[in-house]
């Protein structure tokens, strides 16, 4: 009997009653097949008690059920835990697990590599090698579900992995349906966080869906010279394009946008560059998470002193704008933001390698 070549994962459930039309008449068991495959974790026809047994026999033959394998798990000693993700092709992404408390969050990838060349970031350099299918975006879920046991668990979700998820909105977005469904995940779509560099029609088409994930902004800097330098997709889309945008997005009541600005020592960092992002926000419902940069181990830049982190954030507090440091979470084992990239060349901070695996860590 031939191998069955038809993957069924990460189909939606109209296209799996589409598939499977030839093989049953009625469109319930696709419902059903549904739910096992992303409800309950099961890949197994034979497993799906509630279908007739014939045809489970059949599904067995022709089609398969193959998520994306986890090919190594680094985990750090605060618990952030990254898997490498091997995809049929052979290429691989990574997905970050990070706890805090109670609260589990997973960092998800939408594409191999990225095209966008961020200079503080580490998946630049692998330039973008494709986008990921929404079968690939849930299946990072899926797999973390499944090997961290959170099938009763709920969690939050960012794409703020490998890729620029304004490059792939529609596989984000037919993903973000499928995680959403309640026989599925029921992960609703605004409790994921998309981020972007500022991919401006990006931000204008998201604006489009009834239903949106909350939008972060990579914003890093706040002038074109020093945008551009450091974003090279500032020279398409500039600060005042970009804002124009943001300005325009509807946000739901209490909702806010968040930017993300990683402080760089000596390139970000001063008080002045605090002011005139104060200035920026002004009148916009946003909140801004600090993040200091995590090494990369490439020595163009570094991370600024604590005192100078905290003086930042203190500025952006006295001029009104709500703010935060964020905790770093799995350096050490390039987990952290701009660190994720497959590198298996680039030595871990720390100096060891995270369990013999590749070292690499989640972008901006
Ligand atoms: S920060 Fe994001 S958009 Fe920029 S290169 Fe890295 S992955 Fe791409």
Redesign the pocket.
Known sequence: MPEPTQNLFGSEEITLRERLAPVTPHPFHAGQIFHWIYGRGVTDFGKMTDLPLPIRAVLNDRFRIHPPAIASVARAADGTTKFTIRLEDGEEVESVLIPEGRRITLCISSQVG?????R??L??EMGLRRNLTPGEIVGQVWSLRQHAGLFDRTFNLVLMG???PMCNLDAVMAALGILADQRSFATPIRRVTLST?GHVPGIRALARYPDRPRLAI?LVATTDAQRDRL?P?NRKYPIRELFSALREYPLRPKERITFEFVLMAGINDSLEEARRLARLLHGLRSKVNLIRYNRTGRGEFSPPAEYRVKRFRDRLLELGIPVSIRKQKGEEIYAAC?Q?ALRRDVPPPGGKAGGGGPQSGR??
């Open positions: 990225c095209a966008l060349g961020c503080f970031c998946t630049a490998m890729g620029e560099v990579s974003m997709i701009g994720l972008s901006g």
